[in-house]
Antibody, heavy 121, light 108 residues
Framework: EVQLVESGGGLVKPGGSLRLSCAAS????????MNWVRQAPGKGLEWVSSISSSTSYIYYADSVKGRFTISRDNAKNSLYLHMNSLRAEDTAVYYC??????????????WGQGTLVTVSS | EIVLTQSPGTLSLSPGERATLSCRASQSVSSSYLAWYQQKPGQAPRLLIYGAFSRATGIPDRFSGSGSGTDFTLTISRLEPEDFAVYYCQQYGISPYSFGQGTKLEIK
């Protein structure tokens, strides 16, 4: 069974930093592209970043480019999101998500339960 | 950047009826990299359709996707009580990937 478990969320002051982690199990992590998607309270979904299986391809939303860094450790079956210069508008539940299959592109077939990041003074 | 516009914003229907949700892109979505998701309150989204028309694992066949280019449709042939939720489309063909603003499907 595919499982994705996010951690690392919490309360942080504006301008601060946070690192989110996503622990994957139940599949060969190194074979799949991964995504981060966020959802502000009461709002819709917003794509944040994607990374290919071998880290050859990395993409970011304009709203986080230059502040957030996606990475993965295939040996540890883990996905990360390093977030710097956090702003109030980054407050959201952050989900990690796995693609459907190796050739489906960056869709989000499997999702974690999400971790809440709150940016406030 | 590709902007996705979903319509209607809210759709009020009764169980057993047919639902048709629209997603229009500001430019052509490459290789039909268009997905549909369902989200219920307090839950993570669930993938329904990827590649514009391929049903995800475990999705009932009352859900179907169609379209190409800039116009895509999610159809639910006969609504079940558990289908009332918010639906999002997403394009993942050209970065930055983007979601539509959502369509809320509510019980009439």
């Amino acid at each position: 069974e595919v499982q994705l478990v996010e951690s690392g969320g919490g309360l942080v002051k504006p301008g601060g930093s946070l690192r989110l982690s996503c622990a994957a199990s139940g599949f060969t992590f190194s074979s799949y592209s991964m995504n981060w998607v966020r959802q502000a309270p009461g709002k819709g979904l917003e794509w944040v970043s994607s990374i290919s299986s071998s880290t050859s391809y990395i993409y970011y939303a304009d709203s986080v480019k230059g502040r957030f860094t996606i990475s993965r450790d295939n040996a540890k079956n883990s996905l990360y999101l390093h977030m710097n210069s956090l702003r109030a508008e980054d407050t959201a539940v952050y989900y990690c998500a796995r693609q459907s299959n190796g050739y489906s592109g960056y869709d989000c077939a499997y999702w974690g339960q999400g971790t809440l990041v709150t940016v406030s003074s | 950047e590709i902007v996705l516009t979903q319509s209607p914003g809210t759709l009020s229907l009764s169980p057993g009826e047919r639902a048709t949700l629209s997603c229009r892109a500001s430019q052509s979505v490459s290789s039909s990299y268009l997905a549909w998701y369902q989200q219920k309150p307090g839950q993570a989204p669930r993938l329904l359709i990827y590649g514009a028309f391929s049903r995800a694992t475990g999705i009932p066949d009352r859900f179907s996707g169609s379209g190409s280019g800039t116009d895509f449709t999610l159809t639910i042939s006969r609504l079940e009580p558990e289908d009332f939720a918010v639906y999002y489309c997403q394009q993942y063909g050209i970065s930055p990937y983007s979601f539509g603003q959502g369509t809320k499907l509510e019980i009439k």
